[in-house]
């Protein structure tokens, strides 16, 4: 709210760019997490809400005589057009909508303040309904060729892969290690999905570290593995997502592409999909297009045709459809791979699994095939979708041109999903709204190092940090009050023990006493038998303690040795409520002894004393 300039403004016009509809009048409100504009008109009070982490752009035109024009652009292609009256209104409005819409922190993301009014355990429905360990299972692993490794365990190898992998019985841990490191952000081959009907599969990696002459051996064993895993071909396809004049560039580099000469039983294969500034370039020139007024169906087919963005649709597709083919009509697995392995590598398995797979294009098949494909394997979703603020350059529509192709796909074959694009709509929506925990962060480890909470909507208690979890804080609390109890029950006891020493020490000296009334010794202060203060001198003439009174008598001990140290008027008093008597004879100049009532009498005559007692 700190970023809120004005927070209400009234007489502002929403212009309806699309159609020659009056502008409506109403008044604009700008909360913590959304924009709202609400019609003052009689008969209808509309509201239009746009949250902040779906605006894409804010542009503050020139001043006109009707008031300040502000066009705000959204991430999910809506634009709104306010026209404000006053231009401080309106320069405090683009002001704070500039901040609000570029957060610096994932804390101040839509999900962090958003209460979706559910209980904790409808929450936990939602992180319930996919598990991958259930899809791997529908797909038949593990088997006799595919095996769930470990050697990700704790992001030991890549921490931008999940800790779960499949990889084939016959890769060792060596292999799996030696592959990673010859192969970009250590992006080793692993398997996203397995087609058990011919035991074909389609892998997935990064570029491998080549150069123009490298090799790994490793790495050549880890490729040779996945064709074993297939007994039904002979040979693998290696694809390369990107253009082959992008990939040679990257030899220079020292990374590139799989030299046919040191890979055994391959066959490579370059697609051509562009890399990402090439699709944000694209993307922008078809939303210029659309912005057009009234353009002609020339001037917009030329406008479409020129952005380029069908064309990639197009590449996109075609190399879904050549994997598909492969892995169904050849029965060969099919290795992938881009540059680094989270952007076209993540389109184009996507798109293939669609296809190969009915289960994919039902509700919950969607949603599994972009849990795995996507979430768990380290798609970049804080990067290129501009969640938080960062490098422009970074963003990218990656997951639209894939919901691109899903819905050319049910344009053609429309009986062959369960759901619409309605459906499509609703996920791009959220992946730009920053209300779930599924679309944040770059990597798995990510967001378990964000530590959510395990619930569909993130938010955390008050009193709690940000990025601390109910179950660390609550373990941490209970430590600490079983500390403090244990602490407070060695006190007590210790101080039970002290007492006891006091009162055994009471019964001594009326001991000492009743013997010399008998004896004909003089039961006056003078005539005292050792007590602790004959000793307090020097507190090696303490008699032998016992090993049970080994704890009372340091403590004794202790406390004298801190009474000397401390203030005379201190050391003057017995501190009686612990059961510690004044063992302290040295004066305040820090001299020897002061002489005191016992000290002039003779220490053999009162040995002889505690002996007869």
Request: hydrophobic share 35%; with cysteine; net charge negative.
């Amino acid at each position: 709210m700190e970023h809120i300039r004005t927070p209400k403004v009234e007489n502002v016009r929403l212009v309806d760019r699309i159609s020659s509809k009056k502008a409506a009048l109403g008044t604009l409100y700008l909360t913590a997490t959304h924009v709202i504009f609400v019609e003052t008109a009689p008969d209808a009070r509309k509201e239009t809400w746009i949250l902040h982490s779906q605006i894409a752009t804010i542009e503050k035109q020139a001043t006109t005589a009707t008031g300040c024009p502000l066009l705000i652009r959204c991430k999910n292609f809506q634009l709104l057009q306010l026209i404000i009256p006053q231009e401080r209104d309106c320069h405090d409005v683009y002001i704070s909508l500039i901040r609000l819409a570029r957060p610096v922190k994932y804390e101040e993301l839509y999900c962090f303040s958003f209460n979706p009014k559910l209980d904790r355990e409808e929450r936990e429905q939602g992180w319930m309904l996919i598990d991958l360990s259930e899809e791997y299972k529908r797909m038949g692993l593990p088997n006799n060729y595919w095996q769930l490794s470990d050697v990700n365990r704790e992001y030991r190898v890549c921490d931008s892969y999940p800790t779960e992998l499949y990889v084939p019985k016959s890769a060792t841990a060596h292999i799996i290690v030696g592959s990673s490191k010859f192969r970009s952000r250590r992006r080793f081959p692993a398997l996203s999905y397995y087609y058990k009907d011919n035991h074909a599969s389609i892998c997935r990696s990064s570029q491998p570290l080549s150069g123009f002459s490298a090799r790994c051996l490793e790495d050549e064993q880890m490729l040779q593995a996945i064709r074993k895993a297939n007994p039904g071909s002979d040979f693998i396809y290696v694809v390369d997502t990107r253009p082959k004049l992008n990939a040679m560039a990257n030899r220079a580099a020292g990374k590139g592409y799989e030299n046919e000469d040191n890979y055994s039983n391959i066959k490579f294969q370059f697609i051509g999909i562009e890399n990402i500034h090439v699709m944000r370039n694209s993307l922008q020139k078809m939303l210029e297009v659309c912005e057009l007024k009234s353009p002609s169906m020339s001037d917009f087919l030329w406008g479409l045709e020129n952005s380029g963005w069908l064309r990639h649709i197009k590449a996109i597709m075609d190399a879904g459809v050549f994997i598909a083919k492969a892995v169904s009509e050849e029965g060969a697995s099919v290795l992938v791979h881009c540059s680094d392995g989270w952007d076209r590598t993540a389109q184009v398995c996507s798109v293939a699994s669609l296809l190969l797979d009915p289960h994919y294009r039902t509700l919950k098949g969607f949603m599994v095939l972009i849990e795995k494909d996507w979430i768990s394997f380290g798609h970049k979703f804080t990067h290129r979708y501009g969640n938080l603020d960062g490098d422009p350059r970074e963003i990218s529509p990656v997951i639209d041109q894939f919901l691109e192709c899903v819905w050319q796909l049910m344009e053609q074959f429309p009986c062959a999903f369960e759901f619409n694009e309605r459906f499509l709509i609703h996920i791009q929506h959220h992946i730009y709204s920053c209300q779930f925990g599924n679309f944040l962060c770059n990597s798995q480890k990510e967001r378990q190092e964000l530590k959510f909470w395990n619930g569909m909507y993130n938010r955390f208690e008050k009193g709690l940090q940000p990025r601390q979890s109910v179950t660390d804080y609550l373990m941490a609390v209970k430590e600490e009050t079983q500390q403090l109890e244990e602490e407070l029950e060695a006190l007590e006891e210790r101080l039970e023990k002290i007492q006891k020493v006091q009162l055994s020490r009471t019964k001594v000296r009326s001991k000492q006493s009743e013997p010399s009334k008998h004896s004909g010794f003089s039961t006056s202060d003078n005539s005292t038998a050792n007590t602790p203060q004959d000793y307090s001198g020097n507190v090696k003439s303490f008699p032998s303690r016992s090993p049970s009174q080994g704890d009372e008598d340091s403590a004794l001990i202790l406390t004298q040795d801190n009474l000397k140290s401390s203030d005379p008027d201190l050391s003057a008093n017995s501190d009686q409520e612990s059961g510690v008597e004044d063992l302290s004879c040295r004066s305040p100049s820090g001299g020897e002894c002061v002489p005191s009532e016992d000290s002039g009498k003779d220490r053999d005559s009162d040995e002889a004393v505690f002996l007869t007692a």
